[in-house]
């Protein structure tokens, strides 16, 4: 009877897991298909592990270029949404009681309730006036200001717990307040790095309505979420070639997944459940 | 002169963090609330209306249609993907073979953005049923509807891809709050002969309602927001029935018109919806939460 059991709940899971795995399947399959094979079914298993595909795919979407953009705005973005987060955080979490501080982490966490949505139109403008309109950089710099709330949030929080007398030891050796956070403070806060970190990379690589805001048409800025939506126009009916610009467009986040999987998973079960 | 020096601290610390929220938060936030009583578009300067741009938006079939549908699939999605992902953590949770796999495969479609997910999709509900429907010997007709072009329809292929693509995350977070509750507890209803059913109402779900609670806000945060999914995988169609507000919100501000006044009208309605509901739900949850 136990095992009755046992065998319906695995089956049901492994049924959840095709259910979540075909789309990726058929991805895989259709990437190494030739026009002609593709145009016959697109369920039936390629010929021949063809990669052609795969590298017209990367010249006509300027992948290399898409991907460095991608990764100049991810890496940028997450570092300034960590530096910035992490020093408000933390002096927040030492002057708690106090009535500024209460104030300014007002301040600051409130945005978490205003949908983004509810100002684009305007930041667009915003971005045109700053003269950072249609560049990647520009577009780094928003990720600042959109991604600091949650992970002030999360740094306070993690900060409450740090024993003030670390702060007080660093300040007898001498060091001043900024030394202190550099040297002492910021090493403390790994987990909580890891989880601000993990949260902000995945959303900064896969966002795709800010960079179409932002980035505009400037193709040269472009990153990999908007050249696979452009490549996708400009080839409806070839699949095949469609299917490989998707698969090199989400490949670098699954592989990153794949081997921090469980850093990752468990980064955003803590930014969730304390968020 | 110890507390001015703790001021100054907490002042230089977090004023870069607050230059950047306001800048590009507050700033445009108060302008659109500003520009939502102009006809702003983006040409000509922005004259004054008073609150045209609201009744107008009441008048507006496009408009109200999207408020219709934002607010069925936000409850959709809401109560779908909580009640599922409740269920699939219940299953993880027992003692199976594989679970790490089960998890890492569940999680997989999170990692991918939104905008490749609608698109595969899209080639799944088109030609991969069209070419399963030849193969069954043109014997499943579910497979030759139009999952996207029928309106009634394109509504639950847009909830199904969006369960399918979110269930991973939130299965994830009930698993770790089934595996906070005690199983002393669940022994001891056991032993006073409740079923496991009832033990699943009575012990385990007042245990966990706290990440109820935040699942249920985190649902209705994201499908007030959803933009990228729609857009690649309707486009807001068939004839705008799929048009969620944040799409008629960009149409309405970057289409061909820029009716940017219009469309900060529309920005601030969906705010105090989202403000309304959010707001709404948690004192409910909240008052629950004591009462246990």
Redesign the interface.
């Known amino acids: 009877m136990k095992n009755a059991g046992?065998w319906i709940?695995?089956s049901?899971?492994l049924l959840?897991?095709i259910?979540?795995?075909i789309?990726?399947y058929?991805?895989i399959i259709n990437s190494f298909k030739s026009y002609q094979e593709i145009v016959r079914?697109?369920?039936s298993l390629p010929t021949s592990l063809n990669f052609d595909n795969f590298v017209e795919a990367f010249y006509r979407m300027n992948y290399l270029t898409a991907f460095l953009n991608t990764l100049l705005v991810t890496v940028t973005g997450t570092g300034?949404i960590v530096f910035?987060?992490s020093?408000?955080g933390?002096?927040?979490a030492?002057?708690n009681t106090?009535k500024?501080?209460k104030i300014?982490f007002f301040?600051?966490i409130i945005?978490i309730?205003?949908?983004?949505?509810?100002?684009?139109?305007?930041?667009v403008?915003?971005s045109s006036a700053?003269r950072i309109y249609e560049t990647w950089w520009g577009l780094a710099?928003?990720y600042?200001?959109?991604g600091?709330?949650m992970a002030?949030f999360l740094y306070r929080g993690f900060c409450m717990g740090i024993p003030r007398e670390l702060d007080e030891a660093a300040a007898i050796d001498g060091c001043n307040?900024f030394q202190t956070?550099r040297r002492i403070i910021f090493p403390v806060l790994k987990p909580v790095n890891a989880t601000v970190i993990i949260i902000n990379a995945?959303w900064l690589?896969?966002?795709?309505?800010l960079p179409r805001?932002i980035i505009g048409f400037n193709t040269s800025h472009f990153t990999l979420?908007l050249q696979?939506?452009q490549f996708?126009g400009m080839y409806k009916m070839e699949?095949q070639l469609?299917?490989a610009g998707?698969l090199l467009?989400?490949i670098p986040?699954?592989i990153?997944?794949?081997i921090f999987?469980r850093q990752?998973?468990k980064g955003?079960?803590t930014g969730?459940?304390k968020g | 002169m110890k507390e001015k020096a703790r001021r100054m601290r907490l002042i230089a610390f977090t004023t870069p963090a607050l230059f950047f929220v306001t800048i590009f938060i507050f700033v445009p936030f108060f302008m659109t609330i500003y520009y939502s009583f102009t006809d702003w578009d983006g040409v000509r300067s922005a004259q004054f209306i008073g609150v045209e741009n609201y009744t107008r938006f009441f008048n507006d079939l496009n408009a109200t249609r999207a408020l219709r549908f934002t607010l069925a699939y936000a409850a959709a999605f809401v109560v779908l993907i909580n009640v599922l992902s409740i269920l699939l953590a219940s299953l993880l949770d027992s003692k199976i073979k594989g679970k790490g796999f089960f998890r890492t495969s569940f999680y997989i479609p999170n990692v991918i953005s939104l905008v490749i997910i609608g698109f595969i999709w899209q080639f799944i509900f088109g030609n991969v049923f069209d070419s399963l429907f030849e193969l069954t010997g043109e014997r499943l007709g579910f497979l030759q509807w139009s999952w996207l072009g029928n309106r009634d329809l394109a509504f639950y292929s847009v909830i199904l891809v969006s369960i399918w693509q979110a269930l991973g995350f939130y299965t994830i977070i009930y698993v770790a709050a089934l595996q906070s509750v005690p199983s002393e507890l669940k022994e001891a209803a056991a032993m006073d002969g409740a079923s496991r059913v009832r033990q699943f109402f009575f012990v385990t779900i007042p245990i966990i309602l706290p990440s109820i609670t935040f699942c249920v806000f985190l649902a209705i945060a994201n499908s007030f927001k959803q933009f990228d999914l729609i857009f690649s995988l309707t486009d807001g169609g068939p004839g705008g029935a799929t048009t969620t507000m944040a799409l008629q919100i960009f149409r309405t501000g970057f289409g061909t018109l820029r009716q940017l006044g219009y469309g900060s009208a529309q920005s601030v309605i969906l705010f105090i919806l989202v403000a309304i509901i959010t707001a709404l739900q948690i004192s409910l949850f909240r008052r629950r939460e004591v009462s246990m």
């Open positions: 046992r709940t695995f049901v899971l959840v897991v259910i979540m795995l789309p990726f058929l991805v079914s697109v369920i300034g910035l987060a020093m408000a933390y002096q927040i030492r002057n106090g500024l501080a300014i301040l600051l945005p309730m205003i949908p983004f949505q509810s100002f684009m139109l305007s930041l403008r915003v700053l710099l928003i600042w200001g959109c600091v709330p002030v307040a956070f995945l690589w896969n966002d795709f309505l805001l979420q696979a939506v996708r699949w469609i299917m998707f467009t989400l986040a699954v990153i997944y794949l999987q990752i998973v955003m079960v969730a459940v």
